[in-house]
Every structure is written in structure tokens, then in C-alpha cells.
């Protein structure tokens, strides 16, 4: 293994050795133009499976198709930085881009109007690539590209754009779209917002020519360092159960957006806007405390804010996130925007994960990283396949409940996590 690791912390040949020390305003378009793309991405969160279903999807084949979509996304983002060290970030951000517009495009134009199964799996399935390869190209160039003293400033506004954009502006701007373009022209804007993000992006990256060409031993290295990634696995147990963790953690997040309108709209009579407010209001809560959290973190120790702040107090709140909402939703809805507020403040306490997680291998952090992207985009597919799997015979509260189940398992998982031995005072 030893030998692996020697060969992999050897750079691969370049035409130009690569240009370090930008700061972090080198890079504003790339940020506005993230900011953008997301915003695009982030519309159709709120209504899209309500919308699938109006036009004669049921939402079992829904569940399903948002599933399809998560399992692409999640192999985009384990791969994404890999990619990178074989063709540059700018190109994989290209990639993204395409992949997301072009599949988009047969979606709405064909896709939909056929009624489809196939082409909706597919076209839809296809985008899920598309995101991930956009922006985590992005964070690979930052972290490559700017000056190590002003990094951790540049990785922060890549996350505030991005989270700021999918899904909390994505999901204003369809409160303000749809009463006036409806649904489906309202995808179509969504679309056009993904693109103009894209060319901004992409047309002031001057400063990325000096990146490498693609060599026969770029390959190399992504095909041994899988194998590497599979070693260390095996020898670290800490790194999977993360990997697991950091899956739990978004998966209810991406689950409630396949059935939980429905829940809103057709069992307890609220409106679809009441729902999308619904929506930011999570996302927006959860951007907050993930500052919060992750300050206070470090002071209490990773380990024990993720076990009893994200695990144990996402269960519980995403238990209340059902109960509020169907004892008081025609009497007080303030009290049912509550219970979106806390859900969202309890998911920021899996903040530490992303200190965490490359703690556990000091030698080979981008290796644990990958490992942490993996998890973040197996929850795109876990959420939306418990779904598929027990909606129909355990109904709404059974999901609720395996959710807080999964949340709760994730904070025992947490536990058995162990730190490299010179770590442990300070953080455990």
C-alpha cells in the first residue's frame, strides 16, 4: 500500500506546472456564475414531482425516477474530482453543463409531452450527472488554484453559493414564476438560468490554461486509486461508516420532496405555496446554523455535535416536521414553519462530518473526501428509494418514521468512528 500512496502523491506529467496563489476574487464570475446554475437547479425542488403526477406520472414511477436521477448524481460526484486531475476542472465543468442542458431540453420537449417511462428515466436520470460535474469542478479548481491562507474563505463562498442557489433562491424564484408562467414554462426558465450561470462561468477561465493535458497516467491514477480507496476502506472501518453517515444525513431532505406536497396539499388542504415556503424555510434555517453549528463544533467536539445534534435532533424534529404540521395547520401556521426551522437546524449538525472525515486520514485527504462526496450524493437515491420501496404500504408517518429511524442509526454509527490517536484529545 505504501507503494500506492508513493506513487499516487506524484504528480502526473504537465505541459506547464500548475499555477497556485489566486485569491479568492480571482474567481468571481465562477462564484456568480455557480450562484446562477444552482438557482436554475434548484426550481423545480418544490413542485416538480406534483407536477410529473398532474400530467399522468404516478408517484410511485416518480419515486423511482428521482432515484435514477440520485444514483447518477452521486457517481458524478464521487468521480468528479478524479476527472479533474485527467482532463482539467474546465472541461469537466463543460461536461456538467452539457449535461445538464442537453438532457434537460429532451425532457421537457419530448419526454413529458410522450408521457414516456423510458425517456423520463432517462433524460431525467442523464441530468443528474450534471450538477455535480459543474460544481464540484468548480471546488476542485478553488481548492487546486487559491492560496492556502485564504482557501477556507474560498471553499466557504463555493458552499454559500451553492447552497444559497439549491435550493433555497431556486425555490423563491419559483414562488415568483409559477402564478405567472405556470409550471411547465416555469422549467423551461429554469433551464435558460442553468445555461446563462454556465456561460459565465465558463467564458472567464483564462486564468485555468495553464491546467493539465490529458496523459495515460491520469488514468492510471483514477483506476489506482479506486483500488487505494477500497484498501484503505478496509483497513480504516471510521472511513466508510462517514461515508454512511454523511449519506443519512441529506437523505430525508431529498426524500420529503418526492411525496411530502402531497402530504401538504392533498391531506391537510394547505396550498402548494404553503409548501414550497415550507421548503425554504428548512433550507434557509439549515444555512444558518451551518455556520453556527460548525464554530461551536470545534469547541464541544466533532463527534458528539453529530451524534446529538444531527442525529438524535434530526430525529426528533423529523417527526415533528409530520406532527406539527397535521395537528396545527389550520390553526396556527407559524407553529408548522417551526417545525421546518428546527428540522433544518438539526441537519447542520452533521457540519463536522467535512472536518471529520479527512481527520480520519491525514496521508490521503482527498481520498476521504471523495469518500464524503460519495455519501453526500448516495443521499440523492436513498432518500427517494425509501420511498419507491414503502410508500405505498406504510404511508406518509412510515416514512417519517424511517427517516428518524435512519437519523438515530446514524448517531450510534457515529460512535464507533475513531479518530487517529494524536487527534483525539483535541476533537474527541
Known amino acids: 500500500m505504501s507503494e500506492q500512496i508513493q506513487h499516487l502523491s506524484t504528480p502526473a506529467p504537465e505541459l506547464v506546472p500548475p499555477l497556485v496563489g489566486y485569491r479568492p476574487q480571482t474567481f468571481t464570475a465562477q462564484y456568480l456564475g455557480l450562484l446562477?446554475?444552482?438557482?436554475?437547479?434548484?426550481?423545480?425542488?418544490?413542485?416538480?414531482?406534483?407536477?410529473?403526477?398532474?400530467?399522468?406520472?404516478?408517484?410511485?414511477?416518480?419515486?423511482?425516477?428521482?432515484?435514477?436521477?440520485?444514483?447518477?448524481a452521486a457517481i458524478g460526484a464521487w468521480f468528479s474530482g478524479l476527472l479533474c486531475d485527467v482532463f482539467s476542472s474546465r472541461t469537466i465543468m463543460t461536461a456538467g453543463l452539457t449535461l445538464w442542458v442537453v438532457p434537460q431540453i429532451l425532457f421537457l420537449s419530448i419526454a413529458i409531452p410522450s408521457h414516456s417511462d423510458a425517456l423520463l428515466l432517462?433524460?431525467?436520470?442523464?441530468?443528474?450527472?450534471?450538477?455535480?460535474?459543474?460544481?464540484?469542478?468548480?471546488?476542485?479548481?478553488?481548492?487546486?488554484?487559491?492560496?492556502?491562507?485564504?482557501?477556507?474563505?474560498?471553499?466557504?463562498?463555493?458552499?454559500?453559493?451553492?447552497?444559497?442557489?439549491?435550493?433555497?433562491?431556486?425555490?423563491?424564484?419559483a414562488e415568483m414564476l409559477l402564478p405567472h408562467y405556470g409550471q411547465y414554462v416555469t422549467l423551461w426558465i429554469a433551464l435558460l438560468a442553468v445555461a446563462s450561470g454556465g456561460v459565465i462561468a465558463l467564458s472567464n477561465m483564462g486564468h485555468t490554461r495553464h491546467q493539465s493535458a490529458i496523459t495515460s497516467a491520469g488514468w492510471n491514477d483514477v483506476r489506482d486509486t479506486l483500488g487505494l480507496t477500497l484498501v484503505l476502506v478496509r483497513k480504516n472501518p471510521s472511513l466508510g461508516?462517514?461515508?454512511?453517515?454523511?449519506?443519512?444525513?441529506?437523505?430525508?431532505?431529498?426524500g420529503i420532496i418526492v411525496f411530502m406536497p402531497f402530504y401538504f396539499t392533498t391531506t391537510l388542504g394547505l396550498t402548494s405555496g404553503n409548501w414550497i415556503r415550507f421548503l425554504e424555510i428548512i433550507f434557509g434555517s439549515n444555512i444558518i446554523f451551518n455556520l453556527v453549528i460548525g464554530f461551536v463544533s470545534d469547541f464541544i467536539s466533532w463527534r458528539k455535535t453529530i451524534i446529538w445534534f444531527g442525529g438524535i435532533g434530526s430525529a426528533l424534529t423529523c417527526v415533528g416536521m409530520y406532527w406539527l404540521p397535521a395537528l396545527?395547520?389550520?390553526?396556527?401556521?407559524?407553529?408548522?414553519?417551526?417545525?421546518?426551522?428546527?428540522?433544518?437546524?438539526?441537519?447542520?449538525?452533521?457540519?463536522?462530518?467535512?472536518?471529520?472525515?479527512?481527520?480520519?486520514?491525514p496521508?490521503?485527504?482527498?481520498?476521504?473526501?471523495?469518500?464524503?462526496?460519495?455519501?453526500?450524493?448516495?443521499?440523492?437515491?436513498?432518500?427517494?428509494?425509501?420511498?419507491?420501496?414503502?410508500?405505498?404500504?406504510?404511508?406518509?408517518?412510515?416514512?417519517?418514521?424511517?427517516?428518524?429511524?435512519?437519523?438515530?442509526?446514524?448517531?450510534?454509527?457515529?460512535?464507533?468512528?475513531?479518530?487517529?490517536?494524536?487527534?483525539?484529545?483535541?476533537?474527541?
Open 36 to 72: 446562477i446554475f444552482m438557482i436554475g437547479d434548484g426550481v423545480e425542488i418544490g413542485y416538480l414531482s406534483p407536477f410529473l403526477v398532474s400530467a399522468g406520472q404516478t408517484e410511485h414511477f416518480v419515486a423511482l425516477m428521482f432515484t435514477v436521477y440520485g444514483l447518477v
Open 122 to 173: 432517462l433524460t431525467y436520470g442523464l441530468r443528474g450527472a450534471g450538477y455535480p460535474l459543474f460544481a464540484y469542478g468548480l471546488l476542485t479548481l478553488l481548492v487546486k488554484s487559491v492560496e492556502k491562507k485564504r482557501l477556507g474563505l474560498a471553499v466557504g463562498l463555493f458552499w454559500f453559493c451553492f447552497t444559497c442557489g439549491l435550493p433555497t433562491l431556486g425555490s423563491v424564484v
Open 241 to 254: 461508516l462517514a461515508c454512511v453517515v454523511r449519506a443519512i444525513n441529506s437523505s430525508a431532505a431529498h
Open 363 to 428: 496521508e490521503n485527504q482527498g481520498i476521504a473526501m471523495s469518500l464524503l462526496n460519495l455519501g453526500a450524493g448516495s443521499s440523492a437515491w436513498i432518500g427517494p428509494f425509501i420511498v419507491y420501496l414503502f410508500k405505498s404500504s406504510v404511508g406518509t408517518i412510515g416514512i417519517i418514521y424511517i427517516y428518524a429511524g435512519l437519523f438515530l442509526l446514524s448517531a450510534l454509527l457515529t460512535a464507533f468512528i475513531r479518530l487517529p490517536q494524536k487527534l483525539q484529545p483535541a476533537t474527541a
Open 328 to 361: 396545527y395547520a389550520h390553526t396556527s401556521l407559524p407553529l408548522v414553519y417551526l417545525s421546518a426551522a428546527l428540522f433544518g437546524m438539526t441537519l447542520a449538525g452533521y457540519v463536522p462530518l467535512s472536518a471529520l472525515t479527512p481527520s480520519l486520514l
